[in-house]
């Protein structure tokens, strides 16, 4: 049976937390993205044969020109729509300034409790609320298992 054609059963979907100086990464989705206007973490679909880590650092640099380095997985989530899931890591900056790619982003920036509280642009919801615990400490990370028998390859166990 060739299954090569059938769709995929599940959309892999990935973001990071990138934390700097207390401060969380966002980006501000641009026109004609289903989030227009508001900010978010930096989100992607993993390609073919493209790791979700590896996705997810690409996502960020090129959704915001930061460079970002892994400290662990933060969580998933399951996605409104059926058949999506989200992968979501927690990320220390590592280089770079936070600019919008000016194609799915047109802003990108860095805000710390206080200024998620006092901005007066719109946030997605759930990567305010994200975002929120990350800063607050309300969360735990499962960090990179480089000692197992698919290495290279990553686990998070």
Same mark, same amino acid.
């Given at each position: 049976?060739?299954?090569? $054609?059938?769709?995929?059963? $599940?959309?892999?979907?990935?973001?990071?937390?990138?934390?700097? =100086?207390?401060?969380?990464?966002?980006?501000?989705?641009?026109?004609?993205?289903?989030?227009?206007?508001?900010?978010?973490?930096?989100?992607?679909?993993? *390609? *073919?044969?493209?790791?979700?880590? /590896?996705?997810?650092?690409?996502?960020?640099?090129?959704?915001?020109?930061? %460079?970002?380095? &892994?400290?662990?997985?933060?969580? &998933?989530? =399951?996605?409104?729509?059926?058949?999506?899931?989200? &992968?979501?890591?927690?990320?220390?900056?590592?280089?770079?300034?936070?600019?919008? /790619?000016?194609?799915? %982003? /047109?802003?990108?920036?860095?805000?710390?409790?206080?200024? &998620? *509280?006092?901005? *007066?642009?719109?946030?997605?919801?759930?990567?305010?609320?994200?975002?929120?615990?990350?800063?607050?400490?309300?969360?735990?990370?499962?960090?990179?298992?480089?000692?197992?028998?698919?290495?290279?390859?990553?686990?998070?166990?």
């Amino acid at each position: 049976m060739n299954t090569s $054609m059938w769709p995929p059963k $599940m959309v892999v979907c990935v973001g990071t937390v990138v934390l700097q =100086n207390a401060r969380v990464l966002f980006v501000r989705q641009a026109k004609g993205h289903s989030l227009a206007g508001q900010w978010s973490i930096p989100w992607g679909i993993v *390609d *073919d044969g493209e790791s979700p880590e /590896d996705a997810a650092l690409r996502e960020t640099n090129e959704e915001s020109g930061v %460079t970002a380095k &892994i400290e662990g997985l933060l969580g &998933i989530q =399951n996605l409104r729509r059926a058949g999506w899931v989200g &992968i979501i890591f927690l990320c220390h900056h590592a280089e770079g300034q936070p600019v919008s /790619d000016g194609i799915e %982003t /047109d802003k990108a920036a860095y805000f710390s409790l206080e200024e &998620i *509280d006092s901005f *007066d642009e719109p946030f997605e919801p759930w990567c305010e609320w994200l975002a929120r615990r990350v800063l607050r400490g309300e969360y735990i990370t499962i960090p990179c298992e480089l000692n197992n028998p698919y290495f290279p390859r990553r686990a998070f166990l």
